[in-house]
């Protein structure tokens, strides 16, 4: 990419041009011809192919290449010869351009690179290696059967549409010569010339993506680094006063870019000498693709003059963010690294210093020592490398204040260690880049930057910084190294095995995380994260932004591990427009609190406003463990996350497919889904595992679609295992629930297990069971519902269940319903259930206490209103008794029982004991209510109120033994009916 040429005599031009010849295609006769003079810019030089010559030229136009064309390279005119092959090419057709000599300026852009190893100056000899622009070296090209017949070398694509079997070529890049004119008054030796971009990449070290595409394109460099360098250090091209020389630098295609050329060199004095150059024009450069364009730069006088007219810094540079202090060797590293100290330095070493380094270093013939070095300035990395032999003092830096380190890359080894004991240097933080972001100094800033030394250590450990006592922002960096922590907690210090992160070890302030990358495994005892590893007091917030990915293995031995966080008392949010992403397996052996996402969440707020998303598994052999947060115990709100298929999240008690627990805060998940397994002991949901807090548990809009079945002993809910403020609304689920075979407890909902205690103002509004319900216990109480399982109750509250359906099948033992399994009283307090506009269909299999809307009721002062809902399935209860159409209440009277509207559709009553319709303490009746009705599908008679006549065949609206029909003319007939089939209740069938 880098190469250097007088414009005087450029001995790099090509005897002679090959162009491409085409095997096996369509006639001249077939080509339309515009004109005999075909314009390039650049010329294809790769071995003939077979055939006509036929070729396409850009996007916009082809021509067939006859023998005697004339062909316009670079402003320069030239004969095309068409003529058979000769040697090695005999029996195929090659296109020359004719009178191209060495002498030429005709085609100055040395490109294809195939073209050119290396210049050759006229008198003074001056040789650049040029590097390959393309990773590739040859693109295969297909005729319509798929057989290969040509290869090209690069930098061009070939491919042949079956459409008009037109070779086409196009071009991923540009060609940029860049003059340069040294008009000091004195000769110079120059040692070394950069050139940038304003925004535009140029050629970088792998900067092609799209081979074998229609329509390629040139790729960034990963460093993000917008320059390249041209190193003539070892042998300095001689400029003498009033010459020129020229670099060529290929890039993407570009507009309106601004160029800045700099250059290093010597005098005839052997002074050291740093220029900017002036452009001639200042016009913002455009180019596109298959182009050559050009610019000239005069070199004048020095740029910045501390003292006399020649630069005598320490580097060469002016250390200004335009002019910046420039590191170009291992001695340069050594020399700014003797300037840090534990004081700012006024001329090198301070918040108005940068630093931009131009080229890959290796500094690790010896030791690199950080003890006592801190940074205040700006260092540029350049889209280079520094490897380096880290001590165990570990570091690049021991302290950042308000640095910037960005486009740099840190390679090479760390002796730190994860070994025994309670002090020393095992403890201290440590991270690549810097032990510490120190709370002075403003912002430290990571941009573009690069880790790949492993870290260990006993104590707090991250990829780039141990621990940030001062705000930091990480902007596209990775993380490409393992960060080990001690694997246990130690007596005498609690840092020791905690605190380990891909990115930052302990965070003691505000971070941000913006398209960031761990591709590192990460372990310790606990406080472990893919990102950050968390802290035990109140700090934060660290936010997410941008493209956010962990793809590291993140592992813990004690509490807290996550694949971004893994915890304490930190505030955390990913930003409206972020998506923060999970691909590593999250696994704790002991502690819990674990997540996909985050691990613990227990200071100020956690909030995830853009989208949360985890691909792998999540477990633990404790609990609170959720496939994006295993615990949040401040006010919480998730917008759209999302635990995919692979993220089985497995652990003991509270185990949610997005959040395990959540308490002391209002919770909100909206537009959330889960579709991984979920397994636990108890408390175990699609969405929520656990809510215990007195505040309000709110989820809208959720889905869950398991591929395997959520699973527990007891508390099951296809949205939540158990808790109390419910707000759920629009919420699905289609998994299976089912006890996992234990014979203690059940508790199973298709969308709540339990709803516990302190319930007051939880409702169920236009949610959808879809999933089965299954218990494996073999007798006793086993509370399953379409909705809730069982509502336990304390406290007076009022639960509400609106606009909803199960359509899952129930299979237990006693206390199931198709909506709510069993209403258990546990005190003196009272509890009124109201259910409005639901209905249930499927089968009910159960023994004592089955209804198809409730299965009982076991307080007499309890009320339950059921109004405009009905049951439409089969009851399957054996021999056993207490088992009704719509449900069973301990209730004195109807006063604290009621159904209004309500109807029954029951196809298949397999028990001998069924009592139709609702039960009240021990009494029942094949009588419904006034306005309501059930339909035995086993007599086929239809059973309800007429004006209080008790037929043993009714007629409502008229003579009708289908239920649907018979609802349908009540409805019309009656104006106190016109609320039925109103909202999302679907017309009876």
């Not at 309106?256 to 002036?278: E, H, M, N, S």
């Not at 540079?317 to 006024?346: H, K, W």
């Not at 674990?594 to 477990?619: D, E, F, K």
Request: proline share 2%; aromatic share 8%; with cysteine.
């Amino acid at each position: 990419m880098r190469f250097l040429s007088k414009v005087v005599s450029l001995h790099c031009i090509m005897r002679r041009l090959l162009l491409i010849v085409l095997g096996a295609l369509l006639l001249f006769a077939a080509c339309r011809k515009e004109a005999r003079l075909v314009d390039l810019t650049a010329v294809l030089v790769d071995q003939p192919g077979r055939g006509s010559a036929k070729v396409y030229i850009d996007d916009n136009r082809y021509a067939c290449w006859h023998n005697g064309d004339y062909v316009n390279v670079n402003g320069n005119e030239y004969t095309l010869s068409v003529e058979p092959g000769t040697g090695n090419h005999a029996g195929h057709k090659v296109a020359k351009i004719l009178e191209v000599d060495e002498s030429s300026n005709g085609y100055t852009a040395g490109y294809p690179t195939g073209c050119i190893s290396g210049i050759t100056e006229g008198g003074t000899t001056a040789t650049a290696t040029v590097l390959s622009v393309q990773p590739y070296i040859r693109a295969a090209v297909y005729d319509g059967t798929g057989d290969v017949y040509q290869q090209l070398l690069n930098p061009m694509i070939a491919y042949c549409s079956d459409e008009d079997s037109i070779m086409k070529f196009h071009n991923v890049a540009c060609v940029l010569k860049v003059t340069i004119l040294n008009s000091t008054g004195y000769d110079l030796d120059m040692h070394f010339v950069t050139v940038e971009a304003t925004s535009a990449y140029l050629a970088g070290s792998s900067p092609v993506s799209g081979i074998g595409t229609n329509t390629p394109a040139m790729g960034k460099p990963t460093s993000g680094y917008h320059g390249i360098t041209v190193d003539c250090s070892s042998s300095p091209i001689p400029l003498n006063d009033e010459d020129s020389t020229s670099l060529y630098v290929v890039s993407a295609p570009f507009s309106d870019q601004v160029l800045t050329v700099r250059v290093l060199a010597k005098d005839p004095d052997g002074d050291t000498i740093f220029y900017t150059l002036k452009a001639t024009s200042a016009v913002p450069l455009s180019l596109s693709r298959n182009q050559m364009g050009q610019a000239t730069f005069e070199i004048e006088e020095c740029t910045c003059k501390p003292e006399t007219d020649r630069c005598n810094y320490a580097f060469w540079g002016c250390g200004t963010e335009p002019n910046p202090f420039l590191i170009t060797s291992v001695d340069d590293l050594t020399r700014l690294q003797g300037y840090m100290g534990t004081s700012t330095n006024a001329t090198y070493n301070n918040s108005a210093v940068y630093y931009r380094q131009i080229k890959d270093l290796d500094a690790s013939g010896s030791t690199w020592t950080s003890t006592n070095k801190y940074f205040w300035a700006h260092y540029d990395g350049g889209g280079y490398s520094i490897k380096l032999s880290l001590a165990t003092a570990g570091g690049f830096v021991a302290r950042v204040y308000g640095a910037e380190f960005k486009n740099l890359t840190l390679t090479g080894t760390c002796a730190s260690t994860t070994s025994s004991g309670t002090s020393g240097s095992g403890i201290d933080p440590i991270g690549a880049f810097a032990n510490y972001v120190w709370n002075e100094g403003g912002i430290s800033k990571f941009e573009n930057c690069t880790n790949k030394i492993a870290i260990s250590r006993k104590g707090s450990a991250g990829g780039f910084v141990g621990l940030c006592r001062g705000q930091a922002t990480f902007t596209n960096c990775t993380n490409d190294a393992n960060v080990t922590g001690h694997n246990v907690f130690e007596n005498g210090n609690n840092s020791i095995g905690r605190y380990i992160g891909g990115f930052v070890g302990k965070l003691m302030n505000s971070v941000t995380i913006d398209g960031c990358i761990n591709n590192g495994a990460v372990s310790a005892a606990g406080r472990v994260g893919g990102m950050v590893g968390g802290n035990d007091d109140n700090y934060g917030p660290l936010t997410i932004k941008g493209n956010t990915v962990n793809n590291g293995n993140i592992s813990s031995t004690t509490s807290y591990c996550g694949g971004i966080l893994g915890g304490g008392y930190i505030s955390f949010t990913v930003a409206s427009d972020a998506t923060v992403t999970n691909n590593g397996v999250i696994n704790n052996t002991s502690g819990g609190y674990v997540g996909g996402i985050v691990g613990s969440c227990r200071y100020s707020a956690c909030q995830i406003l853009g989208t949360a998303i985890n691909n792998n598994t999540v477990s633990s052999t404790a609990g609170n463990v959720g496939g994006i947060i295993g615990s949040v115990n401040v006010v919480c709100t998730i917008h759209n996350a999302q635990n995919n298929n692979a993220g089985a999240v497995t652990g003991t008690g509270s185990i949610g497919g997005i959040v395990g627990s959540g308490s002391s805060g209002n919770l909100e998940i909206t537009g959330s889904t889960n579709s991984a397994p979920i397994t636990g002991s108890q408390y175990v949901g699609g969405i929520v595992g656990q809510y215990g807090s007195t505040s309000v548990l709110t989820l809208t809009n959720n889905t869950n679609t398991a591929t395997g079945v959520l699973k527990g002993n007891q508390y099951v809910g296809g949205m939540l295992g158990g808790g109390r403020k419910a707000h759920i609304t629009s919420c699905v689920n289609y998994a299976t629930v089912r006890n996992n075979g234990s014979t203690s407890g059940s508790q199973i909902g298709g969308i709540v297990g339990q709803l516990d205690n302190d319930c007051d103002g939880a409702y169920l509004d236009h949610c959808v069971n879809c999933g089965s319900m299954i218990s494996g216990k073999t007798s006793g109480e086993t509370a399953m519902g379409g909705m809730v399982g069982r509502i336990y109750i304390n406290k007076a509250c009022a639960v509400t269940i609106k606009n909803c359906s199960n359509l899952g099948d129930i299979t237990g033992k006693e206390r199931n319903g198709g909506l709510v399994g069993y209403k258990h009283h546990s005190s003196s307090y009272a509890c009124t259930l109201y259910v409005y506009n639901s209905f249930v269909r499927c089968t009910i299999t159960g023994i004592t206490y089955t209804g198809g809307i409730l299965g009982y009721d076991n307080y007499s002062t309890n009320r339950t209103h059921l109004y405009n809902t009905y049951f439409d399935g089969d009851l399957r209860t054996g021999s056993y008794s207490y088992c009704c159409d719509i449900g069973y209440s301990i209730a004195n009277n109807s006063t604290y029982f009621t159904a209004t509207y309500c109807y029954a559709k029951v196809g298949c009553y397999s028990g001998t004991n069924t009592e139709h319709f609702m039960g009240r303490n021990g009494t029942y009746t094949d009588t419904p209510p006034t306005d309501c009705a059930y339909y035995d599908g086993s007599s086929g008679t239809l059973y309800g109120d007429n004006a209080g006549s008790t037929p043993t065949s009714v007629s409502i609206g008229g003579t009708q033994t289908n239920l649907g029909d018979a609802l349908r003319a009540w409805q019309a007939a009656n104006s106190s009916y016109t609320a039925w089939n109103t909202g999302n209740v679907p017309t009876l069938q």
